[in-house]
């Protein structure tokens, strides 16, 4: 037995359906946590209240100290119980949501404190005050200064959405699993899977100087 | 919703031996990963272009894809050069693999960190880059390197949990054996999380008391004024 290339260039037209299913969820599960944990992190800086910021505080906890796989699990298989009958791909992008929301806090609050307490006071006394004042002044200069970790968590969940084929969502990993089922040539057909995986991961890390000099000139 | 608490009693031995082998299955990789991260931090450092590609590769090819994956490529490709191996030790291999480039990584960039004038300096002195880089270098990563590391211990912890896909009895495992018994998926992982929680809560107390150690430590030793070099070992 020896690797066969052919399989790999026979497959090559389902995995990258399955890289597009696999890009889409993981955009998808980034715009819903980068959404989630902005409007977390104003919160909890505008509200100050202790019981909000502990909440918080022990969400993070738990989604930094349990497995993502464990999370996804109980993403899907308890929502259903308590009558949210959703599909493995919403129940994915739940998940993948709650999970990144948790490392995206900590990356925000991180950016935040960049930003140093004059903008604020500058900012106030312009007249800007609450959504202005956030959208405006606050919250750009908080995101310039996260997008080397932002890009950084992206990729983490870029690779996290392999492990949504454990609750038969199709994307590359699962689309991969279905042909070396046929075929039996799961190295071949793992191979074509494994790079395609690299290709965008490995993009997508090497975009975060490219995406910190286009935003400044947009600044300027 | 109603929580069957009995789950837990009459299960409980069960959990126990997944979350036993959890720890067997990422000591055993850390065993193997530490030293081995070690060379493939030097293999970056090297004078011969072949070996800072090769290790530069492996780091890039383990980092950038799921870790799934290459647990995927381990159960298939080691049987298919005749390496027939138990889940379990595919396992610990694959993690291994995976927390050694991580480790590799944050090797790198304690050593980076640690001033460069301090390798001139060594190497000045007569040493030679090996014996500068067990003796001058090396040491004073450590306290700087710690803090990535034990995030790195803990990453490897929650990773172990994938290798119940390829039939491994850790913790995850049990906990999927347990909810096909008594069809209760939420007691079970529930459980579960609790245990991984703890686990890395322990894991993390333990290290930030060996942080404050070892910092201390490397601090007494240092005449006052020299400023410190910036632990800013990239966190990922």
């Not at chain 1, 119980?81 to 991180?110: D, K, M, Y």
Request: net charge positive; hydrophobic share 55%.
């Amino acid at each position: 037995m020896k690797f066969d290339l052919t399989y790999t260039l026979d497959a090559l037209p389902r995995l990258l359906d399955g890289s597009l299913v696999t890009l889409k969820l993981a955009l998808l599960g980034f715009t819903f946590s980068v959404v989630l944990a902005t409007i977390v992190t104003v919160a909890r800086t505008v509200s100050k209240s202790q019981i909000f910021g502990a909440i918080i505080a022990v969400y993070i906890s738990f989604i930094r100290g349990t497995p993502i796989l464990v999370q996804i699990f109980l993403v899907y298989y308890v929502l259903p119980i308590i009558g949210l009958n959703i599909g493995p791909i919403t129940a994915g992008i739940v998940a993948l949501t709650l999970n990144s929301a948790a490392f995206i806090i900590e990356i925000l609050r991180g950016g935040l404190a960049s930003v140093s307490k004059g903008q604020f006071e500058a900012a106030r006394s312009l007249g800007l005050s609450g959504f202005a004042l956030w959208v405006k002044v606050i919250l750009p200069q908080t995101f310039m200064a996260s997008i080397p970790p932002l890009v950084n968590e992206f990729t983490q969940l870029l690779k996290a959405t392999a492990l949504l084929s454990t609750i038969t969502v199709v994307e590359l990993m699962r689309v991969s699993q279905q042909i070396y089922s046929n075929n039996y040539h799961p190295i071949e057909v793992l191979t074509g899977a494994f790079v395609m995986y690299f290709l965008m991961c490995f993009a997508v890390s090497r975009s975060a100087s490219w995406l910190e000099a286009t935003f400044e000139v947009k600044r300027a | 919703m109603n929580i069957d608490l009995s789950i837990f009693t009459n299960y409980a031995p069960q959990l126990f031996l997944g979350f036993w082998m959890t720890i067997k299955i990422v000591v055993g990789a850390i065993i193997l990963s530490l030293p081995f991260g070690l060379v493939l931090a030097l293999g970056r450092r090297s004078r011969l272009k072949l070996v800072r590609v090769l290790t530069t590769s492996f780091i890039e090819i383990f980092r950038n894809t799921p870790f799934i994956i290459q647990v995927f490529m381990f159960f298939y490709v080691l049987p298919f050069y005749g390496l027939h191996l138990p889940a379990a030790y595919v396992g610990i291999v694959a993690l291994a693999a995976f927390g050694s480039a991580y480790f590799a990584e944050v090797i790198r960039g304690g050593i980076n960190a640690v001033a460069k004038g301090q390798l001139e300096s060594a190497r000045a002195t007569g040493m030679s880059d090996w014996k500068a880089m067990r003796f001058v270098i090396l040491p004073q990563t450590l306290p700087i390197i710690l803090p990535a590391m034990t995030n790195q211990t803990l990453s490897l912890v929650k990773e172990s949990a994938v290798l119940s896909t390829i039939t491994v009895s850790e913790l995850t495992m049990a906990a999927i054996k347990v909810q096909g018994e008594t069809f209760r998926p939420f007691e079970a992982f529930i459980m579960i999380a609790l245990m991984y929680w703890a686990l890395n809560e322990t894991i993390a107390t333990i290290m930030r008391r060996l942080e404050r150690k070892v910092s201390s430590r490397s601090n007494s030793g240092r005449a006052s004024g020299i400023a410190r070099a910036d632990p800013a070992v990239k966190d990922d």
